[in-house]
């Protein structure tokens, strides 16, 4: 069965950093692109990153301050947040794909929730 | 980016209704679009995939469709299960986008 264990979330300070991991099993984690998606409070869904076959990428309000990675030999998918703004407070979910190429969301997990506040 | 509008915002419906809920895209995305479904406090749950092929273990009352870059949800006859918040995505090109979601309430 797909599990997918998103920690790493809680309250940070304006500017400051934080480390979402997500623990995968019940697939061959590095067959597979994956993806994170944020939803604000009261909000609908954004998505964030993903990584794949074809590299990384980032919607434009995270770029340069947001940095995808995964480690197969551990299978996890890691999403390193620096600068955080308020507006990044949410609950982020990591995703698998369909399939190395295609980073479209299949199965989701549970979501950690960021809160960026003074 | 290409912008994905979804319709409507809010649809009221009663058990055994056959309601649709559609996505329009800015601009040619293939079939590359999928449809979930999100109740409150959980995580979306994959209904439709590129277009109009079922999810895995999702009812067959479930169905998506297009036209162009217009693409439709249909539940042939709601269930009380069923009432819920359900979005678009194309993932055609990055970044992707959603739809704004449509809420499925009860009339």
């Known amino acids: 069965e797909v599990q997918l264990l998103e920690s790493g979330g809680g309250l940070v300070q304006p500017g400051g950093s934080l480390r979402l991991s997500c623990a995968a099993s019940?697939?061959?984690?590095?067959?597979?692109?994956m993806t994170w998606v944020r939803q604000a409070p009261g909000k609908g869904l954004e998505w964030v990153s993903s990584?794949?076959?074809?590299?990384?990428f980032y919607t434009d309000s995270v770029r340069g301050r947001f940095t995808i990675s995964r480690d197969n030999s551990k299978n996890t998918l890691s999403l390193q947040m620096n600068g955080l703004r308020v507006e990044d407070t949410a609950v982020y979910y990591c995703?698998?794909?369909?399939?190395?190429?295609?980073?479209?969301?299949?199965?989701w997990g549970q979501g950690t929730l960021v809160t960026v506040s003074s | 980016d290409i912008q994905m509008t979804q319709s409507p915002s809010t649809l009221s419906a009663s058990v055994g209704d056959r309601v649709t809920i559609t996505c329009r895209a800015s601009?040619?995305?293939?079939?590359?679009l999928t449809w979930y479904q999100q109740k409150p406090g959980k995580a979306p749950k994959l209904l439709i995939y590129?277009?109009?092929s079922l999810g895995s273990g999702v009812p067959s009352r479930f169905s998506g469709s297009e036209s162009g870059t217009e693409f439709t949800l249909t539940i042939s006859s709601l269930q009380p299960d069923d009432f819920a918040i359900y979005y678009c995505?194309?993932?055609?090109?990055?970044?992707?986008?959603f739809g704004q979601g449509t809420k499925l309430e009860f009339k």
């Open positions: 019940g697939f061959t984690f590095s067959s597979y692109a």
């Open positions: 590129k277009a109009s």
């Open positions: 995703a698998k794909g369909s399939h190395i190429s295609s980073a479209e969301p299949v199965r």
């Open positions: 601009q040619s995305i293939r079939s590359w």
């Open positions: 990584i794949g076959s074809a590299g990384t």
């Open positions: 995505l194309q993932y055609n090109s990055y970044p992707f986008t």
